[in-house]
C-alpha cells in the first residue's frame, strides 16, 4: 500500500492506481445521553443515578437506548445481560466500569449448604452400586472426607462446571487428571478398534465402568462416548466416530468419568443429575462450607444478539461468555477480562456443520458454539483477556470482524478443532493477538464449518505458541480442507514452542492440509518444535496451486517449508531461510539452506534480525509485499529487512518483569538453577518471599508468572500482597500441574486494578509442601489501543485498507484527526502509534494535543522512516504525564504532504 495523498490529481491517480480506497466521512461526536448507574448496594426500583442506583446490570440494560451509558461498580452480578435497545453509529450505548472498579458478570451461583457423607448414606450409596464397595471413595467418606450438597444444575448447559475458591475443579477422572485442563495425566491404549480400548491399566472388574463416559485423544481426532461394557484389560463403547479408531495412531490418550467410582481424589467433584447431588472432595480434605463453591448455571453473560453499536469496556466475565448474532453490527468489546468462558465434557458434532455427513465430523465439536462469539459484521473485540474455554477462545463468523490486541489462553481443553481463535465468514481481521496453551491449534480455518471460501483475511503480527497439547498433526495455523485463501495474508506472525505431545509430529507453523490453495503466507519467524517448518503444505495426494511463500525465516528448526505428495501447479517459494522443500509446479529460489548460517543477530535471544555479515542480507528477489521497506540496493532472506526496525508480534503489554530469585527478603524460600536461569524454590505452605519496589505504572490489574508444579502438589495456592506481609491481598493464584517443578507454564490471574510503586509479597497458602518454583513474574496491562480509522472527527485525511486491517492515510500538514473520550486512566506517560513512513518523508512531526485542535500539547512525535508506505512499525514518544478523560486531537505540523500513514495509537 502507498501513502494516500490528495493534493493533487496525479498524486490521487496514482495513489488509486497502487490501492483501492475506502474513504469514509468522519464520524460524529457521541451523540448525549444519560448516564445510569449500577451497583450492589442499590435497587432496581431506584431512578439509576449516582446517588440511587440500580442493583443489575440488566436493569439498566432494558433502560438504556441510543447515546446511554451505564456504569457499573465494583462487584459480581450474576445474571445474563440482554439489552433491549441498539445503539447508533453516532449514539452508542456503553455499558462501563466506574473508575477503578473491578466488575464481574458470572454464570455461576454458590452452593452451600454441605454435608459429610455418612456411614448410612454410604451404605446406601453401596447397596445401589456394589462397584462401590473399596473404592477410594468408600475409604475416603468413610474418613470424612466426601461431602455432598443439594444442588439442581442447569439441565440445558452443555457440561456442568464446578469452582472452588474460584479455581475450576476437574470432574472426577480415572486416572487422576490434575488440574491443569490443556495438559491432563491420560492413560496411553494398548490396542482398539473402532468400538473397543485395550490397555493393561484397565485392572477393574468387569462392568466397573459400564456408564462412563471414555475419552479418547488419538493422532488428529478427539472423540469421546459411553462405556457399554468393561473388564480387566478393555472397555467398549458406544456413539464413537469411525474416523480412526481407539487403536493407537501416533498415540491414542484416554480417560473415563462420569461415574461416582472415579472420585478417587481431592480435588474432584461428581454430580447425580438424577438425585440432584453434587458430591466434591476438596483439595485440603476438609468441609466445603469453608471455600466459596460455585456452579455453572447460565451460559451467557453478556448477550448482543440482534444488536448494534454497542460498547462494553473493562467489564470481567466468568464462568460465561459474551456473544452477537449474524444481525448485529459495530458492537465493541474493549478491556473485558473473560474468564471459562465456555465448557464442555461430552464432544458432539457442531449443529453448524456446513459439509456433508462423513466419519470424522465430531472434530467440529464446538468449532462455531463456544468461546467469545462474535458473529455479524464489522464487530470487534480489543485489548482482552480470555483464559480457559474447552472449545474455542474465540469465534468470529460474517464480515468485516475484527479481534486485535488480546491475550487468549488455555483453550479447546477437550482437543477438537475449536482453537484460541477460530475464523469463519470473509474479509475478518485477526491481528496482535497472544494465544497460548491449545489443546488442538492457536487459529483454525474449517471447511466443515466455515466452507471452501476462506477470502480476504489479515492474520498477521500475531504471537502463537504450545498448540497441540493434546493431539497431533496439528500447526499453529491450521487451514483444513480443499479451502480457498484468495485474498488471505498470513504474514508477520510468531509461531514458536508447540507442545511436546506435537512436535513429535507435524507441528509447523502454518499448516495447509489437504490442497488448501491460493496461500499467501510471508514474514513469518518460527522456532523451537515447529516440526515441518514455517510452513507445510500438504495436498495429500491431491492437488494445490497459487501459493505464495515469501521471506519466513525457521530460527531454531531445520526446515521452512515442507512440500507433501501430490500435484502442484503455480505455487513460488522464495526468500526463506531455512530448508524448503521443491517439487514439480513449485517455482523455488533464492531460498537460505540450514546448513548455511544465517549469522541472526542473537538467537539464543531469540532475535533473529540479520546482522550486516549475514549471508541472507540483499540476497532475495523482489516480492512485494515481503520485501517492502528494503534498504540495500536488494531485499534480504527471511522475515526482518537488514537495517529497518524489527517488527513485533503479539498483544502490547504494559509490564513490569520481576526474577523470582531476586527476592530482597524471604522465610523458607531458596534458590537453584532452572528455567531461564535461577528460579525461587522450596515455597511450602506459610512460606513467603518479599520484592522491593515492583512498579505497577498507571495501573495493572493482571498478574503473570512462570511457574513449574508436579502432579502430587498441583492445587497449591499463594496470594500476592502489597506493601506488608499482612497488606492488602489484591490477588491469589491456584497453580496447574505443569508436568514438574522445573517445567515452567505462564499462569496469568486478575489483580485489584494497583498502581504506583509497592513492596510485593507472595505467601504461599495452606501448610503442606511443594507450592510453587517461580521462575519469573510480572504485573501487567494490556496497552489499549485507538483505531486511527475510528476518529470521531477528521480534517484532510482518508481511510484505507491496510496495517491490521484499516489505517488512516492523506494525514498532510495542517491536517488533524479526532478521538473523543480517551481514557488515560490513573496516568500515562507515552505515546506510541503503529505508522508507516517512506524513507523521503521522514523527519516530519505531529503533535499530540487535548481537548481541541489548538489545545494543550502533551507531546510531540517525529516520524522515522519504516521503510515505505506499506511497512508498518511502532514508535513511542514521551508525553507530559497526563490522566483522566480527554479527547485527543492528532495534529499533523508543517505544510508538507506524507506525514505518515495511522494504523492505531496508544497511550501507555
Known sequence: ????????????????????????????????????????????????????????????????????????ASGTYRETVTPAHSGTPSARITFRAADGANVVIDGSDPVTNWSAVSASDLSALQAADPFLTGTEFSSAAASGRIFRASVVLNASLPGNQVFVDGGMLGEAQ???????????????????????LYDSELTQPAGFWTGARLTSHNWFVSETGTVTAS????????????????????????????????????????????????????????????????????????????RSYISVVGLGIRAATAQTSATSTGNVFDGIRADYVSHSMDLDVDPNKVTPTDACDVLTAGETTTGILLRGTSNTLRNSTVDHSSGNGVLIAGSGNVVTNNRITNVDYRGSYAAGINILGTDQTVTHNTVANSGRSDINIDNKVAGTIASGHDISYNDLSDYGNLVVDVGAIYICCNVNLAGTTIHHNLLHDAAPLAASAPAPGVYLDLSTYN???????????????????????????????????????????????????TTEVANNIGDADTAAGVTSSS??????????????????????????????????????????????????????????????????????????????????????????????????????????????????????SELPYSGGRFEIRIDSLTGPVIGTVTVENTGGFDTF????????????????????????????????????????????????????????????????????????LTFRSVDFGTGRTVFAANLAVDPAYAGQSFAVRLG??????????????????????????PIAPTSGVHDVVLVALGNRAGVANVDWFSFE
Open 1 to 72: 500500500m502507498g501513502m494516500i495523498f490528495k493534493r493533487s490529481a496525479l498524486a490521487l491517480m496514482t495513489a488509486t492506481a497502487a490501492i483501492a480506497l475506502t474513504v469514509t466521512l468522519p464520524a460524529p461526536a457521541q451523540a448525549a445521553g444519560s448516564t445510569h448507574y449500577v451497583s450492589p448496594a442499590g435497587w432496581d426500583t431506584n431512578p439509576g443515578t449516582s446517588g440511587s442506583p440500580f442493583r443489575t446490570v440488566q436493569k439498566c440494560a432494558a433502560t438504556a437506548v441510543a447515546g446511554d451509558t451505564c456504569v457499573i
Open 174 to 196: 480415572w486416572p487422576y487428571p490434575g488440574n491443569n485442563p490443556t495438559r491432563p495425566v491420560h492413560y496411553s491404549a494398548d490396542a482398539g478398534t473402532t468400538t473397543t
Open 231 to 306: 473388564g480387566p484389560g478393555s472397555v467398549t463403547a458406544a456413539g464413537l466416530p469411525s474416523c480412526v479408531g481407539l487403536g493407537p495412531n501416533q498415540q491414542n490418550l484416554y480417560s473415563l468419568s462420569g461415574k461416582l467410582e472415579a472420585l478417587s481424589h481431592p480435588g474432584q467433584w461428581f454430580y447425580d443429575a438424577t438425585a440432584h447431588q453434587l458430591y466434591l472432595w476438596t483439595a485440603d480434605g476438609g468441609n466445603p462450607g469453608s471455600h466459596a463453591v460455585e456452579a455453572k448455571q447460565r451460559n451467557v453473560a453478556i448477550n448482543l444478539s440482534g
Open 519 to 569: 496461500a499467501t503466507v510471508h514474514n513469518n519467524v518460527a522456532w523451537n518444535g515447529t516440526t515441518y517448518g514455517v510452513v507445510l503444505i500438504n495436498p495429500n495426494g491431491g492437488s494445490t496451486s497459487g501459493n505464495k511463500i515469501y521471506n519466513n525465516t525457521s530460527g531454531t528448526d531445520p526446515k521452512s517449508v515442507s512440500l507433501f505428495g501430490g500435484t502442484y501447479t
Open 591 to 708: 531460498n537460505l539452506a540450514h546448513t548455511t548460517n544465517p549469522l541472526f543477530t542473537n538467537p539464543t535471544a531469540l532475535d533473529f534480525s540479520l546482522t550486516s555479515a549475514s549471508p541472507a542480507r540483499g540476497a532475495a528477489v523482489v516480492r512485494p509485499p515481503a520485501t517492502d521497506g528494503y534498504t540495500d540496493p536488494a531485499p534480504s532472506i527471511g522475515a526482518y529487512q537488514y537495517g529497518v526496525p524489527t517488527w513485533q508480534g503479539g498483544t502490547r503489554m504494559a509490564r513490569a518483569i520481576v526474577q523470582g530469585e531476586s527476592y530482597t527478603s524471604s522465610s523458607g524460600v531458596s534458590t537453584h538453577s532452572a528455567g531461564t536461569g535461577t528460579v525461587m524454590g522450596s515455597f511450602d505452605g506459610g512460606d513467603w518471599a518479599q520484592y522491593g519496589g515492583v512498579d505497577f505504572g498507571s495501573g495493572r490489574n493482571l498478574f503473570s508468572a512462570s511457574i513449574g
Open 745 to 816: 507454564l505462564t499462569k496469568t490471574v486478575p489483580i485489584t486494578l494497583t498502581s504506583g510503586t509497592h513492596d510485593v509479597y507472595l505467601k504461599a497458602l495452606g501448610t503442606g509442601p511443594g507450592v510453587a518454583n517461580i521462575d519469573h513474574f510480572s504485573v501487567e496491562r494490556i496497552a489499549s489501543q485507538v483505531e486511527a480509522e475510528s476518529a470521531n472527527a477528521s480534517s484532510g485525511t482518508t481511510v484505507a485498507t491496510g496495517g491490521t486491517g484499516k489505517v488512516a492515510g492523506s494525514f498532510d500538514g495542517g491536517d488533524s
Open 852 to 877: 481541541s485542535c489548538s489545545g494543550t500539547t502533551v507531546g510531540t512525535m517525529t516520524v522515522a522512516s519504516t521503510g515505505g508506505w506499506s511497512a508498518y512499525r511502532t514508535q513511542s514518544t
